[in-house]
């Protein structure tokens, strides 16, 4: 798979439930997954060459999001980025966002990954405002959001990352 190119379900979904606080959000799913986490919510996503998925460049993508972004002229400013898990296009990632933030102003990126916070690329944590972290853990398991007690979200308050998960917890 080239730099510019990563599999996703091609379609753009719209959603509440998939944002941290519910906001209504653009959801992108990611084709590919290397965790294999035992009950995972999306085993279809896991194999990036599912049928489900297909190949796309960071220059149609971008046009896509930029599309809906200005057809909800600010209204919907959120963009979700599940899976599989998208971190396995970290390079395409840092591209896609580091262009489309030039074109489209105050857009924010959630990032759900079964790699850890700490594992990932701060060129990545530079241009995402979310990151729920870690392996789902049926062992764990919370029967809310995050889905299993081991994860985290981190939120970025003021160019800083602060780990918020207590907000979630109760
Ligand atoms: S990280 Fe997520 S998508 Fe990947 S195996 Fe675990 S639950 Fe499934």
């Not at 996503?45 to 460049?57: A, F, H, R, V």
Request: net charge neutral.
């Amino acid at each position: 798979m080239k730099k510019d190119e990563a599999r996703i379900v091609p379609e753009v979904h719209f959603s509440f439930n998939d944002h941290p606080f519910r906001k209504p959000s653009f959801v992108l799913y990611f084709c590919g997954c290397p965790h294999k986490c035992k009950g995972c919510h999306s085993q279809e996503l896991q194999n990036p060459y599912s049928d489900l998925c297909e190949t796309i460049t960071v220059s149609k993508l971008k046009g896509v999001l930029k599309y809906y972004f200005d057809s909800y002229n600010g209204k919907i400013n959120s963009v979700v980025l599940l899976g599989g898990d998208p971190v396995v296009y970290t390079d395409f990632l840092i591209k896609l966002f580091s262009e489309l933030r030039k074109e489209v102003k105050n857009i924010e990126v959630v990032l759900y990954t079964g790699y850890l916070f700490e594992e990932l690329k701060e060129e990545l944590k530079n241009l995402v405002d979310i990151i729920v972290d870690g392996k789902y853990r049926e062992d764990l398991k919370t029967g809310k959001f995050p889905a299993s007690s081991n994860q985290r979200v981190f939120i970025k308050e003021n160019s800083e990352w602060k780990d918020k998960t207590y907000l979630f917890l109760g």
